[in-house]
């Protein structure tokens, strides 16, 4: 099946630091879509993207859809310790509303 | 958030048993779905429903079935649980490509 592979497993920084990560795949999407989960919840939808090249923002929050329609990035600003979470990458392929999720970003935060 | 429940939240069955673990939604959309997620697994789709008694297999749906007679309810069924099937379950909802999900139900078979 499709595979999102997504980068970096895991993350420790500092409080007030920026943070990217990534995701890619070796087929193309047409909608990306960012998730946050907080431990013991489900994840919750952070950016969705829809067009190639497209660069949304939400708050300090900043998601990319890759021109290449393979990849999307995510880039947290002046990070604060209630970022901690998992951060999840999924991509559809307009198959029967199906999404196809990365391994998940975890981030951990220093005060 | 979307209004999605899931019940129960927690429980512990032991192998063998059938158990049934139900989604409901507030929100009147068309898609929903059923997924597990292990560690070093992510999430994986389990079945999914497009409507009422309209649904189709996921990736992982070998020991599941699901019915869904009414908008609102997406049930999840395991007719006799095995140890492998120790998961987080997770129900989502959708109208378009933007899925939303409930809490989650921690099943533990012993």
């Known amino acids: 099946g499709q595979q999102l592979n997504q980068s970096p497993q895991s993350m420790f920084i500092q409080e007030g630091e920026d943070v990217s990560m990534n995701c890619t795949s070796s087929?193309?999407?047409?909608?990306w879509l960012w998730y946050k989960q907080d431990p013991g919840e489900g994840p919750v939808l952070l950016i969705a993207?829809?067009?190639?090249?497209e660069l949304t923002s939400n708050g300090r929050l900043t998601a990319q859809f890759g021109i290449t329609r393979k990849d999307s990035f995510l880039n947290i600003s002046a990070s604060i310790p209630s970022d901690v979470g998992i951060y999840f990458c999924?991509?559809?392929?307009?198959?029967?509303?199906?999404?196809?999720f990365g391994g998940g970003t975890r981030l951990m935060v220093k005060p | 958030d979307a209004g999605i429940t899931q019940s129960p939240r927690h429980k512990v069955t032991e192998t063998g048993t059938p158990v049934t673990l139900r989604c409901h939604q507030t929100e009147n959309h068309r898609y929903m779905y059923w997924y597990r997620q292990d560690p070093g697994h992510g999430l994986r789709l389990i079945h999914y429903s497009y409507g009422v008694k309209d649904t189709d297999k996921g990736e992982v749906s070998d020991g599941y079935s699901v019915s869904r007679s009414k908008t609102e309810d997406f049930l999840l069924t395991l007719e006799s649980a095995t140890s492998s099937q120790t998961s987080v379950y997770f129900c989502?909802?959708?109208?378009?490509?933007?899925?939303?999900f409930g809490p989650g139900t921690r099943l533990t078979v012993t």
């Open positions: 993207l829809y067009k190639a090249g």
């Open positions: 999924a991509g559809s392929n307009n198959a029967g509303n199906m999404l196809t």
């Open positions: 087929s193309i999407f047409n909608t």
């Open positions: 989502a909802i959708s109208n378009n490509y933007e899925q939303y």
